[in-house]
Structure formats: structure tokens, C-alpha cells
């Protein structure tokens, strides 16, 4: 199966981001309107619905392309797109004038590691699995 490899790459790249954020938009809608939970990201709600499982698919066939000239596993490759993606949506929620809670600026340190190391194992398992069912790598 030849035929296609970075489409093919594409596709394997979104589906874990795709799949994963049904079920928090799926806990979201639960929270909003069952619960009246009051947390108003409807504004911001476009760029991980939108950008991050195409940034995912494109960096999945950024990998296939360039995997025999940077020898880097799939897992650290994957572990470098939330440094990518943090600055990008700080700047999604300052130009849509989102204001980002305090207690998210003292979590940083915390959270910041944590993301990379969800990352790093979503894509060594999930984005990999994905990658050798459609016999990329």
C-alpha cells in the first residue's frame, strides 16, 4: 500500500485529537447545560475543535516526510507540537480578548511537563498504532 502515504499520514494524525475531543466537548456540553457549569469558551471553542487535529494530521506527515533525514522517534516528534500549539493559543485567546483564569498562570509549571509527556505517549502508541495499521512506518 503505497498509494498515498501523506494523505494517509494526514488521516492517522487526526484521528486521535478528533476522537479525544468528542468526548470533552461531549463533557462540556454536559457541564453547560445540564449543570449550568458557567464557563463561557464558546469563543475559544473553534481553535481545538479546528487548528489542533489539523496540526496533528500535519505534523503526523511532517514526520513521514522527514523521518529518514531527522532520526527522531514518533514519540519525541509529538512531544514538540505543544510547544507549538501553547503559544498559539495564547495568542487565539488574546485577540478574541479571552481572559485565561489565575490559577492556569500558577499550574503552568505543573501542567506544562504533564503535556508534554500526554503527548509524547499519545503519539508513540495512539498516532503510531495509527501509522503502522495504515503501514507508514
Known sequence: MNKHPYLRAYMAGI????????????GY????LVYHFPVPVERVIV????V???LWGLWNV???AWRRRVPLSLGLHGAILPILLGPLGLAVSALLKFSIPGFAAH????????ALIVYYF???????????VLELA
Open 29 to 32: 456540553t454536559l457541564l453547560r
Open 47 to 50: 481553535f481545538p475543535m479546528a
Open 122 to 132: 499519545a503519539w508513540k502508541y495512539f498516532v503510531g498504532f495509527l501509522n503502522s
Open 62 to 64: 511532517l514526520f513521514i
Open 15 to 26: 484521528a486521535v485529537p478528533t476522537v479525544f475531543l468528542l468526548f470533552i466537548m461531549t
Open 107 to 114: 499550574a503552568f509549571p505543573v501542567l506544562a511537563p504533564l
Open 52 to 54: 489542533v487535529p489539523n
